[in-house]
């Protein structure tokens, strides 16, 4: 009996000591470095009302850490205090507790955390306009960056929907129309290409949710990116935009000229709608752009500004219809008519009752 006990207790001991350094090997393994060889640094964001806890699911997500679990008991162990808004360099050669203090330490990145709204509708000019603004780059930073050639191949080996269309010499900005429009909050020390890679992975984001509709559809992803800006600027409301994108579609499948005004202020970079064409503009064609040109037929060589997921959303579902023309009122109301006749009667209408936008 007694030998049978001194067994037991044996066995219980080797138990706890195997299960003791299991623990131990797997503890050390979670609080490594990801990956010792890569000294890379990662930008981590950290906002006004992040704590050490929150940030373990960024941590994550950037790869730097290998359970947000394990990180949370070496908050608790390590009890730092001393966590600050900013943008931190990080690297996965980093083991957990030098992540920990460098981020207690409070050593970040110089430069204002900001919010930066970049609206649907802008183009690639805007938005240079936009970045001169607000952080430290210049608005030839911006469009250097996307006229570097070396820069936009890496891109397009990148992300998937980026291709070799945008590289057409007939493009003004190649990145035109894919640097997706939202709220984001950056440092004003972050460089153009830092800037532009938060604007592609949110489109990335947006576009995935889409990509078995895009890759059935028989339009390429640069042709849907392209009609979504043109109806991103024509459609009244968004309600609208698929009707208008329904238009589109019925004009070139019967070999039409789009007719589309917002494609001539973009081919001659007029920015300020308020201008009123003239005839000589209408009819610049030395371009890929002006669908004003009778012998312009089908889509612009490329986008024309950055669309917004609603226009994208029209793009990629038209509405199917017989209508060949539209037009919208002040109010936004967008009216989808068969033929000229028809559509000029609509204007007269609008006219009349003031609600003509000329």
């Known amino acids: 009996m007694k030998s049978l006990l001194k067994k037991i207790i044996f066995l219980v001991g080797v138990l706890v000591v195997l299960t003791t350094i299991g623990c131990v090997c797997l503890y050390n393994y979670y609080t490594s470095p990801v990956d010792k060889n890569n000294s890379e640094n990662l930008r981590l964001e950290v906002n006004k009302n992040d704590t050490f806890y929150s940030i373990g699911d960024k941590l994550t997500s950037l790869g730097l850490i290998r359970n947000s679990f394990?990180?949370?008991?070496?908050?608790?162990?390590?009890?730092?205090?001393?966590?600050?808004?900013?943008?931190?360099?990080?690297?996965?050669a980093m083991n957990l507790d030098e992540i920990i203090d460098t981020l207690n330490s409070g050593s970040k990145i110089n430069g204002t955390l900001i919010n930066i709204t970049i609206k649907e509708?802008?183009?690639?000019?805007?938005?240079?306009?936009?970045?001169?603004?607000?952080t430290e780059n210049t608005y030839d930073d911006v469009l250097s960056k996307v006229s570097d050639k070396t820069y936009l191949n890496n891109l397009i080996s990148k992300y998937w929907f980026l291709n070799e269309d945008i590289l057409n010499t007939s493009i003004y900005y190649p990145l035109e129309g894919y640097l997706f429009p939202?709220?984001?909050q950056i440092s004003t020390k972050f460089s153009v290409e830092e800037i532009f890679k938060v604007l592609l992975d949110q489109t990335d984001k947006v576009l995935s949710k889409y990509k078995n509709q895009i890759t059935s559809s028989k339009f390429s992803i640069h042709q849907i990116m392209?009609?979504?800006?043109?109806?991103?600027?024509?459609a009244g409301n968004a309600n609208d935009r698929s009707g208008v994108a329904g238009v589109f579609v019925n004009r070139i499948n019967?070999?039409?000229a789009l007719g589309s005004d917002?494609?001539?202020?973009?081919?001659?970079?007029?920015?300020?709608?308020?201008?009123?064409?003239?005839?000589?503009?209408?009819?610049?064609?030395?371009?890929?752009?002006?669908?004003?040109?009778?012998?312009?037929?089908?889509?612009?060589?490329?986008?024309?500004?950055?669309p917004g997921e609603e226009s994208i959303k029209a793009a990629i579902n038209p509405t199917s219809h017989s209508y060949y023309y539209f037009v919208a009122d002040k109010t936004g109301k967008t009216y989808l008519t068969s033929n000229y006749s028809e559509h000029n009667r609509i204007i007269n209408e609008l006219k009349n009752k003031g609600l003509w936008q000329a």
């Open 70 to 92: 394990i990180y949370k008991i070496q908050i608790k162990l390590k009890k730092p205090n001393n966590l600050q808004a900013g943008v931190f360099e990080l690297n996965k």
């Open 121 to 134: 509708g802008l183009n690639i000019r805007k938005l240079a306009k936009l970045i001169d603004e607000k």
């Open 182 to 184: 939202d709220t984001y």
């Open 226 to 234: 392209t009609l979504a800006s043109i109806i991103e600027l024509e």
């Open 254 to 256: 019967a070999r039409m």
């Open 262 to 306: 917002v494609t001539t202020y973009y081919a001659l970079k007029i920015d300020d709608f308020s201008h009123s064409l003239t005839k000589s503009e209408l009819n610049t064609c030395n371009n890929g752009y002006n669908t004003r040109c009778s012998s312009k037929l089908g889509l612009p060589v490329g986008p024309i500004c950055l």
